[in-house]
């Protein structure tokens, strides 16, 4: 079936009005239409083949929020009428022992991205949420249990949520540790809001003083200004666990010096550039370490959802047209946003 879209034809051309096809639901299938489509910073760096490896028309968006508008015969977690999302993974293996784990985002034999993944439906490769419908594998859909006047905001869950609730998790933050959030941005507000639900004593690290209150408006205890050096030195020692959510290149050392002995420095943003190879005695002479996460498997981000549906945890947005989407990966550019874009997809019938 045709359904309007957004997407580009090529890496240098602004997002336009597509017609796509999505397949008729096959046996375990469930068929999706969406309300809303968060806006992420990889739609960006995707549509603009900044990470290279893009395949057009791209259609990108993986922060879905919609209704179960069909479903496949063998379908039986799912039925029309449902609240449900689909994040950044619509199929995997199934077969390898990441997959075996629900560690779906590690699959050894590369997980399918809700776009630019490969896929037998045309045009040979996923077409993603910036669009009226999708069709998704029941394995791949999730329940939103938040209040329907919440949706909108729920979106966002779906990658920054999962992105910092997966590394929280792993390394079983809780009441008694201490956790910094490096970063006040899409990701950056998620984990700070996360990490004080989850009960941990948590510290903002930010550039910009502008953002002090915001911050602890977000749930933070502390803030630190990371380029106050004295107020970084007097942090030195102090954090269980410090995830940096930053995603331009800086050095890792002014962080790691602040980790306990055994702390851990988690990376989820990935920098256009590589950071400064980080000084290695540090880490030694603690035995701390510096580690990498990426976003969470199916089980997880089902967890991640229902943690914040009890807690009342959604992202701070602003709710745009996707007309105005261009526009919106300016500003995204430029920080200027709180602290998420969420695309109405109502405005793709316009």
Known sequence: MNVKAYGAHAADKPLEPLSIERRAPGPRDVQVDIAYCGVCHSDLHTVR????????????GHEIVGRV???????????????????CLVGSCQQCASCAEGLEQYCENGFVGTYNGPTADAPGHTLGGYAQRIVVDEGFVLTIRHPHDQLAAVAPLLCAGITTYSPLRHW???PGKTVGIVGIGGLGHMGVKIARAMGAQVVAF???????????????HEVVISRDTDA?????????LILDTVAASHSLDAFSTLLKRDGTLVLVG??????????????????????GSLIGGIAETQEMLDFCAEHGIVA??????????????????????KY???IDNATLAA
């Open 232 to 240: 970084m030195r007097a942090q030195a020692g102090r954090f269980d």
């Open 340 to 342: 998420r874009f969420v």
């Open 49 to 60: 083949s900044e990470w290279g490896g893009t395949l057009y028309p791209c259609v990108p």
């Open 316 to 337: 701070d947005i602003e709710l745009i047209a996707v007309q105005k989407i261009d526009e919106a990966y300016d500003r995204m550019v430029r920080s200027d946003v």
């Open 206 to 220: 930010t550039t910009s003083e502008a953002k002090r209150q915001d911050a602890l408006a977000l749930g933070a």
């Open 69 to 87: 508008t069909a479903v496949g015969a063998e379908v039986s977690r799912f039925a029309v009428g449902d609240t449900v999302g689909v994040g």
């Open 270 to 291: 990935v920098p256009e550039h590589p950071h400064p190879s980080p000084a290695v005695a540090p880490l030694i002479f603690k035995r701390r370490a510096i580690a």
């Open 172 to 174: 079983q933050v809780g």
